[in-house]
């Protein structure tokens, strides 16, 4: 990228907001930028780019071989041809969706493009309901709710069990059972189709035809909420609403229309941030992505500090445990920190709140590094919103805020609880839930405003146009004995920040009690000290919480370092690493009541 971002007075779209007053505290903000006209469905912007740069690199990810498997704009769109003619082909029942259940690939990019080139609807289904539960009632009570298609999965070693045991429960024929397909093994799987057959056909005339018929307010995808109570609600995405976004988002970043993005990216395209954000924005302005097989987790990690080593990305997007577990890499070898930040020219967080601390670490070794700054960048929004309502497009100097609406989006503030809630409207907003016309009603005001749930302000009340704050989860927030609110979303990130770099995520206690109080999720590096020096670093953070001021609502007092790392099954974690504060507080309910025990446990740490 021949960017140098803040040499480029064009790169960024100035920070401008109109403020509308409606009474009694509320008010409404919307960018004065009119949002432009935008593509009519997903297969325009493939259409495009394999007519004008075909041969430039699309997609690429790891070979067996170690080296890296590359796909240009015109070879994607062939087999996306040839995979929207074998769907045809199988006659396949064009209101169910065709379902994924692996991880991010060449193959399942191929065949989600393939699907919506046809203006039929895919769904990528989070890879952890089969890769690391130990049974399979959520995945089957997904499928029942979606009756796919077609299913598809990387192998059958791992992928295989959920599905035939689903498959084993219905009491259809088989021949009305959907198909399945492996991209390798299939043999192993009875019935199975292999993906290499049904790239195995040339397209004809009817691929075009149904591509042709596509309108923007059908639906692309079907996105998954998280779940973490009963079975997860099935979010409707249309082509409008993912069109719109990347219009939206290139009014707020014009470089994206001048500069070619180069990824490397590891989030999974069952969630809005990888699947729809990050690729989208490649494919809709013609960049690059490279598959990261690697993801913050142990044993992970590697694989992705050795893929930035090598690819260099240009623009790099991740959530905060992402960098968190980057860092030490980073900080300890000057090879890797200078081939990572050469090239970088931004740095995207999202999903949660980033620590100032992880800021602060990221940008001094950036400055080791590079003479120009680096630009921290962030946004908001949900699987609801396609998924960016806010853009920062201008530079920030701390963490925390989430920018100001995109062109076409207002963002409603309403008084609640002592905080403004933060509501939603615009050309990106999802219509509705699947099947679910109560909870679609219940999901929106009287105005046609999505209820995200957050809270927001003002960084400025006299000044909007500095940008708004996140300020929180309205749903998480509770009360202390003492009537006082507590904000679980500004604490957690203050506590992560004062007990860095012994805390990978924390969730507040404090429930109808009067204290607050933490249980700490430890870090790698905090479980190799001993317990008594780990409590020390511990209580020390405490202190300095207690020392910055904020009273009783944000000055926890007690915390217990828990040994057990946050569990998928007990929907206590996403795969993106985002703890769910009410399903820990649920599971853990033991550790709760040791915390505030008459008799001090020795696994509470005080001060």
Same mark, same amino acid.
């Given at each position: 990228m021949?960017l140098?971002l803040f040499?480029?007075?064009?790169?960024?779209?100035?920070p401008?907001v109109v403020?509308?007053e409606?009474?009694n +505290?509320?008010f409404?903000l919307r960018?004065?930028?009119?949002l432009?006209p935008?593509?009519?469905?997903?297969g325009?912007?493939?259409?495009?780019?394999?007519a004008?740069?075909?041969?430039a690199l699309f997609l690429?990810?790891?070979?067996?071989?170690?080296?890296?498997r590359?796909m240009?704009y015109r070879?994607?769109?062939d087999?996306?041809?040839r995979l929207?003619q074998?769907q045809?082909d199988?006659n396949?029942p064009? #209101?169910k969706?065709?379902?994924?259940?692996?991880?991010?690939?060449? #193959?399942h990019?191929?065949l989600i493009?393939?699907?919506?080139?046809?203006?039929?609807?895919?769904?990528?289904v989070? %890879?952890?309901?089969?890769?690391l539960? @130990?049974d399979f009632? @959520?995945?089957?009570?997904?499928?029942d709710?979606? #009756?796919?298609?077609l299913?598809?999965?990387?192998?059958?070693?791992v992928y295989?069990p959920p599905a035939r045991?689903?498959?084993? @429960?219905?009491?259809r024929?088989a021949?009305?059972?959907p198909? !399945?397909?492996?991209?390798?093994?299939?043999?192993?799987?009875?019935?199975?189709?292999?993906?290499a057959?049904l790239l195995?056909r040339p397209?004809?005339?009817?691929?075009?035809?149904?591509?042709?018929?596509?309108r923007?307010s059908?639906p692309?995808?079907?996105?998954l909420t998280?779940?973490?109570?009963?079975?997860?609600k099935?979010v409707i995405?249309t082509?409008?609403?993912?069109?719109a976004n990347?219009?939206?988002?290139a009014?707020a970043w014009?470089f994206?229309?001048r500069h $070619?993005l180069?990824?490397? #990216?590891?989030?999974?395209w %069952?969630?809005?941030?990888?699947g729809?954000h990050n690729?989208?924005?490649v494919?809709?302005?013609?960049?690059?992505?490279?598959i990261?097989?690697?993801?913050?987790?142990p044993g992970a990690?590697?694989k992705?500090v050795a893929?930035?080593r090598?690819v260099q990305?240009?623009?790099y997007f991740?959530?905060?445990?992402?960098?968190?577990?980057?860092?030490?890499?980073?900080e300890a070898?000057?090879e890797l920190a200078?081939k !990572?930040?050469?090239?970088l020219?931004?740095?995207?967080?999202?999903g949660?709140?980033?620590p100032? %601390?992880l800021?602060?670490r990221?940008e001094a070794?950036?400055?080791?590094?590079?003479?120009?700054p680096?630009w921290?960048?962030s &946004?908001w929004?949900s699987t609801?919103?396609?998924?960016?309502?806010?853009?920062?497009?201008w530079?920030?100097d701390?963490?925390?805020?989430?920018?100001?609406?995109l062109?076409g989006?207002e963002?409603?503030f309403?008084p609640n609880?002592?905080k403004?809630?933060?509501?939603?409207?615009?050309?990106?907003?999802f219509?509705?839930?699947r099947?679910?016309?109560? /909870?679609?009603?219940q999901?929106f005001?009287?105005?046609?405003?999505?209820?995200? +749930?957050d809270?927001? @302000?003002?960084?400025?009340e006299?000044?909007p146009?500095r940008g708004?704050m996140?300020d929180?989860?309205?749903?998480?927030?509770?009360?202390l004995? &003492?009537g006082t609110?507590?904000s679980?979303?500004?604490?957690?990130?203050? *506590?992560?920040? *004062?007990l860095?770099?012994?805390?990978?995520d924390?969730?507040i206690?404090g429930?109808?009690?009067?204290e607050?109080?933490?249980?700490?999720f430890?870090?790698?590096?905090?479980?190799?000290?001993?317990?008594?020096?780990?409590?020390?670093?511990?209580?020390?953070g405490l $202190?300095?919480?207690k020392?910055e001021g904020?009273?009783s609502? $944000?000055?926890?007092t007690r915390?217990i370092?828990?040994?057990?790392?946050p569990?998928?099954?007990?929907?206590?974690i996403?795969?993106?690493?985002?703890?769910?504060?009410?399903?820990?507080?649920t599971?853990?309910a033991d $550790?709760?009541?040791a915390l505030?025990a008459p008799v001090? %446990?020795e696994?509470? /740490?005080r001060v």
């Open positions: 021949d140098m040499e480029d007075a064009a790169a960024l779209a100035p401008r403020r509308e409606l009474g +505290g509320a409404v960018s004065p930028e009119p432009q935008f593509g009519r469905c997903i325009a912007w493939l259409e495009h780019w394999s004008m740069t075909p041969d690429a990810e790891r070979d067996t071989a170690g080296g890296w590359r240009t070879q994607v769109r087999a996306v041809g929207a074998a045809l199988l396949l064009a #209101d969706p065709v379902v994924v259940l692996s991880d991010n690939s060449i #193959d990019a191929l493009l393939a699907t919506m080139h046809l203006g039929r609807v895919v769904c990528t989070s %890879s952890a309901y089969c890769r539960t @130990k009632d @959520k995945i089957h009570a997904i499928l709710a979606l #009756d796919p298609a299913i598809y999965a990387a192998e059958p070693g295989g045991s689903w498959l084993d @429960k219905q009491t024929p021949p009305e059972l198909p !399945v397909v492996f991209s390798s093994n299939a043999g192993q799987f009875a019935g199975a189709q292999s993906f057959s195995d397209e004809t005339q009817a691929v075009m035809d149904a591509y042709y018929l596509v923007p059908w692309a995808k079907y996105l998280s779940g973490s109570t009963g079975v997860p099935v995405n082509h409008r609403m993912l069109c990347q219009q939206q988002m009014q014009p994206l229309v $070619q180069r990824l490397l #990216d590891w989030l999974p %069952s969630h809005t941030f990888g729809n690729f989208n924005m494919l809709s302005h013609g960049g690059s992505l490279y990261d097989e690697g993801r913050p987790a990690i590697e992705t893929n930035l090598e990305p240009n623009f991740n959530v905060p445990r992402g960098f968190d577990m980057l860092l030490p890499y980073l070898d000057e200078r !990572v930040f050469t090239q020219e931004g740095v995207f967080y999202a949660a709140a980033l100032q %601390s800021w602060e990221l070794v950036a400055r080791k590094m590079r003479d120009r680096l921290f960048t &946004s929004g609801e919103t396609a998924p960016a309502a806010t853009s920062v497009h530079r920030i701390r963490a925390g805020c989430i920018g100001l609406p062109p989006v963002l409603k309403v609880g002592g403004l809630e933060i509501r939603v409207r615009g050309p990106n907003i219509a509705g839930y099947h679910a016309p109560e /909870i679609t009603a999901a005001d009287e105005d046609g405003y999505y209820r995200i +749930g809270a927001a @302000k003002l960084l400025d006299s000044r146009e708004v996140f929180g989860r309205v749903a998480e927030d509770f009360k004995m &003492s609110w507590v679980v979303g500004t604490l957690r990130v203050r *506590a992560v920040t *004062a860095a770099p012994h805390a990978a924390v969730v206690t429930h109808e009690r009067e607050v109080g933490l249980l700490v430890p870090t790698p590096q905090a479980k190799t000290l001993p317990p008594e020096q780990l409590a020390a670093h511990i209580r020390a $202190q300095a919480i020392a904020g009273g609502s $944000q000055t926890p915390a370092v828990l040994d057990e790392p569990s998928v099954d007990a929907g206590e996403t795969d993106k690493g985002y703890i769910n504060q009410r399903a820990v507080l599971r853990r $550790q709760v009541l505030y001090v %446990s696994q509470v /740490i």
